[in-house]
């Protein structure tokens, strides 16, 4: 397959020398940093954004621990909002100074992957639209690069707050993906297991899909405060016995939908278990490569029991995010309320970083303020 | 095609007497009063229930009037919930004495339309699975007929009031049929025609699809306030201007889904025209036999647009109404809003009708108690 | 939950001592035989059907090994086309005399699970819609019951033969349904692993989608060249090497759309690896109790590929096999390909069933005319 | 909503005088001649192509009369297969030389319309994807100019011939489109109104989806020959009676599922009232500005039948394409059927395009090889 690069700089004049900007990131595997690394460049697709709010993510602390990617120098970081600060000569909805929401997944959108219309995450490969941390640095930095900026960028809107916007780009792209692929019909019984950031936002996602009863399978109290808020209306916990038991004695049999939110390869036989005939599980939980996943037959009613299991990647692009934004506007949700903390000032990276990495126990979300306030 | 019968009689042995009771419904067309008639039995798979609150509709009036179906003598009214009477010898999930709702639409399950799982409203012809008012006597008596009653009826569920479980077998199945069918995604912009009992449970429904603005068309003080608690976030009003013009220039252009729950055969080409390309016209209007419903061809698009039209009737069935009371059990929407009236005891049935009738000013849905509270 | 005998006498007399017919079964587990039962008789929905021709199943050899269901005195067999010899006293479409074919999956109709929409196949728990060898005995026998005749049963049309009708009732349903499940869109690659009876019919049901490229996965030369003759382009043999790599290399990569229609667990890990990001594993293929169907993460692309995977069981009832008569009456498909052998009388029972357990090399589906022709 | 030309040469040093080549278009409304204008360039994501074999359709003698788009100087065409003569800087996948086939519809990819997954064909606005004719010069030139080559354009295929490929890039993806937008199930009854090209390839789409009866409307001999080729069952003509009556009488009260593939207002009443409830209207003809669509609002089911009525566009873009070819080339559908006329030399254009615009009796699709073979 022929594929291109996310950006293209063959057309651009580099008159002046390369200008050098600061970013935290992995210096090698199993060690974080400050990086001093050439500010990047646009394309004429693209746009360069300088970000005034970032988010670490759990997906940054595994990246940094040799997970998948680039092993060393490497920016972190895929979650921001921002200022434009260049861009590309074709680019013609965007000009420097527009304050802007950045998609973490931002494909390619000339590529075959995103034709058809299935997912936006594939574009010339399995999970290719995710650029930044794979492809290219991330935006824990000065500045960073958007490929295709006027089909990846959106105008941050004048009646959301940044911090509200901030959380669309992936956790609720994330969380609501679990919902849309569970196929929640009204009145619908739901589990959603896990309760960290993306499982708070599929709890919300499915209460806006019409579900019935959701139940929320986490411990932390901060956490299931929130899911009670975004429409959970039960608590299991792991720490009170079997959790597939427990959901099948509380719905007297199995759930209609499970969205795995958390967790390890247990995991995928206990939401195929605790899931009913002609139900789906739909998975938003990025398994390791050393996970083998695996299921007795008997629990996928032998292969007969017109039970779908799904799994997909954050959806990307601009459209993606207007549509959670519109959610948003409209008071249907308050994204903010999983932020746990905030940090104030790019010279707290670090502080911040390590929070998520050690995760502690009262953490859900924190942000960086990358001017102090 | 081969039909059968509702509810058979055929290996009830009628040893007995008929039992008379009373009715209220038509004495022929534009004359309705009390009627006496027979008091019905049960058929092997069929259950006689006694209402205990009723409620009159918009349809019943038009029948009332010759709309469609039997044009004399007959007992309207269509929903209800009550107390199982009496039960069919194969019947094994309800006895004498279950309270119970009762789906205004109870399809023949042994039918080839419902086989297809598009809709459950067309057993063996269009509509055909209304059996109320179309193809016997309707609810507003001592006592009705309920055929297939373990795939028809429902056990009231102990946590739901009954006022509110009686929204749920029209009202509320067919509102939020409107939602379902203009496939609403996070975020979409959502139009509701007509905010009367049903429009308003469209407003709940797209609310509980995740639908970002949603712009009710409608007048009446109470129902624009109910409109608004329910989610919607806009009021467009008749009196205010073309509506077509209001929605484009609110909409910059057009709505993503347009929801008809009222109006005439002018509406359904003001909600095409309102209708973004891609977009969906989903009706849940009953158009009059008299209606010729037209459209200019670039309202449409030219036909090449992609802007679907669908068209509705209340899904039926003990399942669907199981689905919808969970909504309502766990929290999510309070269906005794759109209750405007409340009428003390079946005498008072008469002044129920009345005021649907005549549509008072402060009407949105009357409730009957059977016995004075 | 509630659950309903499938058929019901209480409302018949039975006046007249039982009657005793033949059938051919399970002894016990490992021991198939001659038994001789009471004829059963027609519950007031039901029918009493006289099998004309009948086809043994690797579901019915699989029983009588103990794999599932009762396990002694059980009448074997679920496929047959034949003549009602009775019927109940609420059936309005069958009369004794009519010519009839038999859905193998029979559900009752008035259960929770049907109306979902989703599937016929689980009526009141999963697969509870497959009554013979389950729930009550088979075909293999001089008269078998039906439940629910009016919605499950299918008059023989004049222009299909019956041969070829009884060829729908299992195996062009399940093979069909797998193409069904997986999606097919116009041009795309689809592998069929197995291509016994059903998977030749999923050979079929993915030509008759639109698919492009069929690549079939088998040896055996009677099944290589039906399969060619119903759409597959390529075959793959097991023999040549690794079937993964075999089919990524003649596909680039991977597949769009894998049906698995014959194996055991190690298909299932093989099915997903060779599934490209955005695809759909389809699984029709029984497993067994003892299997564990597991995978690497990084085949199911650390969850995050959507790619589906899907199983089901085959779809019942009378409209399901009307649509499927409709399809073989216009030419669309000739199903008496996949009949191998025929046996001429029921006294050739032990025959076909002995040649169906030892899986002879030419054997594709055997039938048996009940009368020597 | 912000808009982006398709093409742009900002970046694109035009240092030498324009070239000027010759085309064949609409001097004025109701005027088609040659014109001699400037060859186009290519921006840096686009390319020029020189046609070797085009195809004139309805669409551009539609255009000629003033039907829709520019009013004079504007070449027409919008079939074509050729040969890349230049290539923008971004174009990755392409060089001169390279053996394309050319979707009339070459969406924006960068724009938010295509991002929905709904329909390729609205990019920025309402068929804004279709940028032949509408938006730019036509393929009835020496050269002609593809936006977004990377995504628009298709490698010819080695097994596929010029000719065959031709048909797919509007014929086949707008015929086909009517069978997807049908919703067609196996077995299901479908009506195709108008055998033309489009309405012979929706036929054979139709069948490439598991159609049981395919009944075709129309009356050519030649057309009439093909439809049975390509899957037709029965064949009803508008000379021998109502074609609504005709239908209802053949299919016992109306069909599961109608495309429209030709006709005039009225074709859309009668198209709804052929369909059954639940059934499906698709529409691919090209309704003209001044019809009015209307329809009893008892054909339609008084709004309440969940009879769909749907209207697309020829989907477009590489990726369909390449599916369409697919399925011709592994032998699924012989696309060359439906050439009627072959001319041979550009200079032949004229006499085609009076062949087209006249409707010559026996015309079904003509093609133009641009040099004489």
Request: charged fraction near 25%; glycine fraction near 12%; proline fraction near 5%.
């Amino acid at each position: 397959m022929s594929t291109r690069t996310t950006f293209d700089t063959r057309l651009k004049k580099k008159e002046t020398p390369p200008v050098m900007m600061r970013g935290y990131g992995m210096l090698e595997v199993n060690k974080t940093g400050w990086l001093e690394k050439t500010r990047p460049v646009a394309g004429p697709l693209d746009a360069i954004v300088r970000p005034t709010i970032v988010a670490p993510c759990s997906s940054d602390t595994h990246v940094s621990h040799g997970g998948s990617g680039p092993k060393k120098d490497l920016i972190l970081g895929h979650e921001a909002v921002g200022i434009v600060e260049e861009v590309g000569e074709l680019v013609t909805k965007f000009a420097p100074g527009d304050r802007v929401v950045v998609p973490c997944v931002t494909p390619d959108w000339l590529s075959m992957g995103t034709q058809s219309g299935k997912s936006t995450a594939h574009d010339h490969f399995m999970m290719g639209s995710f650029k930044f941390l794979s492809q290219k640095d991330g935006i824990f930095a000065e500045y960073f690069h958007v490929n295709q900026a006027d089909a990846n960028l959106v105008h941050m809107p004048d009646d959301v707050s940044p911090e509200a916007a901030l959380m669309t780009v992936d956790m609720m792209s994330t969380g609501f993906h679990g919902a849309e692929l569970a196929e929640i019909g009204y009145g619908d019984t739901v589990v959603v297991i896990g309760i960290g950031p993306v499982g708070l936002m599929a709890v919300a996602g499915a209460q806006l899909r019409g579900a019935g009863r959701i139940i929320g399978i986490g411990t932390r109290p901060n956490c299931v405060k929130i899911a009670r808020e975004y429409g959970a209306t039960d608590i299991v916990s792991y720490k009170e016995g079997d959790i597939v038991e427990q959901i099948k004695d509380l719905t007297g049999g199995g759930a209609d939908k499970v969205i795995i939110a958390g967790g390890d390869a247990e995991t995928f036989r206990q939401a195929v278990d605790m899931t009913k005939e002609m139900g789906v599980v739909s998975n938003i939980n990025f398994f390791d490569l050393s996970h083998v996943l695996s299921m007795p037959a008997w629990s996928w009613g032998l292969g007969m029991a017109n039970k779908d299991i799904r799994g997909g990647f954050c959806p990307g692009g601009a459209l993606r995010i207007q549509k959670l934004l519109e959610v948003i506007r409209h008071g249907r949700l308050d994204t903010t309320k999983i932020i746990s903390h905030k940090f104030n000032g790019f010279e707290k990276m670090e502080d911040a970083f390590d929070l998520m990495d050690k995760k502690a126990p009262d953490l859900i979300k924190p942000i960086v303020y990358m001017d102090a306030q």
